[in-house]
């Protein structure tokens, strides 16, 4: 029984005890062990001696009259401990179904919660529509810490496919949020610099966030199809917070000179084409392409601007000389 049998020990006879008295002391323990083991046969099989960190486990402190008074207590502490050791994972190993179920919990998670996303929409809303307007907006970015002309906005405006300024419509919010997997606050302003820095170096998400910006700055309640110029330069140099081209103040300078009224589609898009194909050196453009007549007058006048420049640089040279 191993700890059984502590409750029983007692101290050995002194050496000067004799040869009888000794056997009676056998005797008598044998006689106690039988004893024991006969009462308590109806309590099942015994337990082996169970051992934790090294040591042995006394739980037979408090024995009835009948000596199996803790024998229903003995059995359940060591049912417990061998419940306990066996959920822990085994030493060396790792994939274990535990760790599995971690991972999958993790997972799931992850997953955004419909009913967070429409209550964080609730917050927000209009009280008379089903929709975030100007006034839900601006407290939507106060608690993102974000102001609304921000370029991050833009971006988050972009990932919610929204179809107007200045409005989030319920399932615009819901499946955009959802998409970037986050349903709350904390979510959204950990996720739009990880989105931002994904738009520095990857051409196609850029790509599609640029001609993403024409169609949101369009009043689509008017059926507006080309973008007031004062508001194109607006958008022009907000999408352009990152990867600007080189040219870009002296278009937009040209764009303000000259007042031209709107920005059409094809122009708008076809810039960012026309920026990254000529660079900083309008001498490699060729008016023979077919560019937008708008570019032509721009390179036109550009290059007007430094034949000026370098007349003015050679009346200076003139005058120095006499």
Request: charged share 25%; glycine share 6%.
């Amino acid at each position: 029984m191993g700890n059984c049998f502590s409750c029983f020990k007692v101290s050995l006879p002194p050496a000067t005890a004799t040869r009888s008295s000794s056997f009676d002391y056998k005797d008598e323990t044998m006689e106690l062990r039988g004893s024991f083991l006969n009462s308590c046969q109806q309590t099942g099989p015994l337990v082996p001696e169970a051992h934790i960190n090294g040591n042995t486990l006394s739980t037979f402190n408090n024995v009835g009259s009948d000596n199996c008074g803790s024998m229903p207590t003995v059995q359940s502490n060591l049912r417990s401990s061998r419940g306990f050791y066996a959920r822990l994972s085994p030493l060396g190993r790792s994939g274990t179904s535990s760790g599995l179920n971690t991972t999958t919990e993790s997972k799931q998670q992850k997953e955004p919660s419909e009913n967070k996303l429409n209550a964080l929409f609730d917050q927000y809303k209009d009280s008379h529509e089903d929709v975030i307007l100007a006034d839900g907006i601006e407290r939507f970015c106060n608690d993102l810490q974000l102001s609304p002309d921000e370029f991050k906005v833009l971006v988050l405006a972009w990932k919610l496919n929204a179809k107007q300024m200045c409005q989030f419509t319920r399932q615009e919010f819901v499946i955009g949020l959802r998409a970037m997997k986050v349903d709350s606050i904390r979510g959204i302003q950990a996720r739009l610099p990880e989105i931002v820095q994904e738009l520095t170096v990857n051409n196609d998400l850029f790509k599609d966030l640029y001609r993403f910006t024409f169609r949101f700055g369009l009043d689509v309640n008017s059926g507006q199809r080309i973008l007031p110029a004062d508001m194109a330069i607006v958008l022009w140099k907000l999408v352009f917070t990152i990867r600007e081209p080189p040219l870009l103040s002296r278009w937009l300078k040209f764009l303000e000179c000259h007042h031209v009224r709107g920005i059409p589609r094809d122009t708008w898009n076809m810039f960012l084409n026309f920026a990254e194909s000529i660079g900083d050196d309008l001498s490699v453009y060729d008016d023979a392409e077919a560019w937008p007549s708008l570019f032509d007058d721009f390179v036109e006048y550009e290059n007007d601007q430094m034949n000026q420049n370098i007349s003015k640089d050679d009346r200076k040279d003139v005058s120095i000389d006499n």
